[in-house]
């Protein structure tokens, strides 16, 4: 089973012995949040990142979750997207659609995939207009603490920098505090053209989670979860601090490796 710990400020932390018992997990989490929405407001907002977290959702495709969850409700919204055709290989949509939303039930206008005939600067403003819409109406949810939409859940993959979404270290986009959602054109992972959610508004979802897998990253889940000395990197999923949401990260073993409770679990 995986190990639980909850941290001052940094959320709850789940160690996973291996990558099915993360996925296991994970889809339950889901699971739980979508039905804990849809029953307290009727509606359930998540929004996807790329890479290898969309494989890792894959039990969600399989019993019980098909019976279970209450699909027609499902709202998807993408927490970054790299700024190519929706059929394009690097496509975030297409990953998704893919491996994921094709193999569940979700009513198709319900899925807000960017406008790929725009420019990112263009992109990103309509996105946020397509947000401000469904908040205008509730279908997603507002916060009470910031001027932000309040996704009921924000799911994050990290890269060996530490960066989420499309949120890069030392990149100015860190420092947005208006816009909801904002672009670059200077990733420094391909594609370099790419929207994001602002940190505003990942700190204002209801529910945040990231998964963090392989030794890769080992080093850079122990900066931005454990307490580090003052002199260190201060890096973007570091800068995951939920104003009243609940944040938890899904890490594997060898992600895990680096901290200081690993030691405990490994004995
Ligand atoms: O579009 C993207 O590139 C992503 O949304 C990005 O933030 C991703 O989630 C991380 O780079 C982790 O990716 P991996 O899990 O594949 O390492």
Known sequence: MALLESKKDRGEVRIHESLEELSTDLADYIAELSEASVKERGFFAIAL?????ISLMRNLCGAPYNKTVDWSKWYIFWADERVVAKNHVDSNYKLAKDHLLS???????????????LTAEEAANEYEFVIRQLVRTRVVNVSDVSDCPK???????MGPDGHVASLFPNHSVLEEKNEWVTFITTSPKPPPER???????IN????????????GKA???RLVIDDVEPECPVLPARMIEPAVGKLVWFLDNQAGSKLKCF?????
């Open 49 to 53: 990142s790329g890479g290898s977290l």
């Open 103 to 117: 193999k569940l039930p979700i009513v198709p206008s319900h899925v807000h995939s960017i406008n790929d005939s």
């Open 151 to 157: 996704f009921d859940l924000i799911l994050l993959g």
């Open 195 to 201: 929207i994001t959610l602002t940190l505003p508004v």
């Open 204 to 215: 204002s979802a209801a529910n945040v989670a990231v998964v963090v897998t392989g030794i």
């Open 219 to 221: 080093e850079a889940a």
């Open 263 to 267: 030691s405990q679990f490994s004995k």
